[in-house]
């Protein structure tokens, strides 16, 4: 006897799948659309083929935009992965303390994008800025608006300040699932705190501290509201990451069709890093398993 199969539960997915459509599905095609078109105005295009992917891909422009990228992005995980690592060891793990601690440390993520960004502009102006002011006040040359060093440090900065909590709680949380009785053990056998650290604390954080580490490459590899808040992109190129430079490709100068193959390479590179990514933390799950 067959078994019948209730198909009305597709009723109850379907409004989801609609709203994927119009957030995500059409908005790409559209990308894709002009990515291998032309148009000389009037709303009238032209098949254009992979033009615009091989002028992306022989654009310095481009090349050099993305060096930037990967050279922040990495310098971000750099920073922010060890600190937030450090934070979340010496959290209290009970107790009064230890609400107050998270509830602090979860803040600055609570706070708008723009916001942080306007923030830090603040902060940081010579004129206005405590920061600012204070360092040209002791006698530091500290201009983000037209220092390259200064325009970078502001930046990273304000980056980790921002997101650093969100590996420091993620890293937590895997500290918390620990057992007290690995601790007593460790004890026992009068093992340092770094062999504690190395063969206890690190091998059960290993899983959240890989997706602690996709979501931070993948926020700061897409950043754009914070730098262009603070520096638009300047002095001169110097903070003009990706997403940056697509825009002023796009909305500035208005060229649809190298902004779209722009794009789309923007996209493709976040989704392969992405996926590897997920083949380590899906290896690692399974190594754990066994």
């Not at 067959?2 to 994927?20: E, G, R």
């Not at 083929?49 to 022989?58: K, Q």
């Not at 708008?112 to 960004?117: C, L, R």
């Not at 490459?217 to 300047?234: A, L, Q, R």
């Amino acid at each position: 006897m067959n078994k019948t199969v209730n198909q009305k539960a597709w009723f109850l997915v379907l409004p989801v799948l609609i709203l994927v459509a119009f957030s995500a599905v059409i908005p790409l095609m559209t990308v894709v659309n002009y990515s291998v078109q032309d148009t000389f105005g009037n709303n009238v295009f032209f098949w254009n083929g992979i033009y615009w992917f091989e002028e992306m891909l022989a654009s310095e422009r481009m090349w050099n935009a993305l060096g930037r990228q990967v050279v922040f992005s990495s310098i971000i995980l750099a920073i922010e992965v060890p600190l937030g690592v450090f934070v979340a060891l010496n959290m209290p793990k009970k107790g009064f303390w230890a609400s107050f601690c998270l509830v602090v440390m979860s803040l600055p993520l609570l706070i708008p994008w723009n916001v942080v960004g306007t923030i830090w502009q603040i902060f940081g102006r010579v004129d206005i800025g405590l920061l600012g002011h204070t360092l040209d006040a002791i006698g530091i040359n500290y201009n983000y608006t037209q220092g390259f060093y200064a325009a970078w440090t502001t930046v990273i900065v304000m980056d980790v300040w921002h997101w650093t909590s969100l590996v420091a709680l993620l890293a937590y949380a895997g500290l918390q699932s620990i057992p007290d009785a690995y601790y007593q053990a460790a004890k026992i056998d009068q093992a340092s705190r770094w062999a504690v650290f190395r063969y206890i604390e690190l091998p059960k954080m290993l899983g959240v501290l890989m997706i602690a580490i996709l979501l931070r490459f993948m926020d700061s590899f897409m950043i754009y509201t914070e730098p262009f808040v603070v520096t638009g992109g300047g002095p001169g190129n110097a903070t003009t990451f990706l997403s940056i430079d697509l825009v002023k490709m796009a909305l500035g100068q208005f060229d649809l069709g190298p902004a779209a193959a722009f794009s789309i390479m923007y996209f493709l590179v976040i989704l392969a890093i992405s996926w590897v990514f997920y083949t380590v933390m899906t290896n690692l799950d399974k190594r754990d398993a066994k």
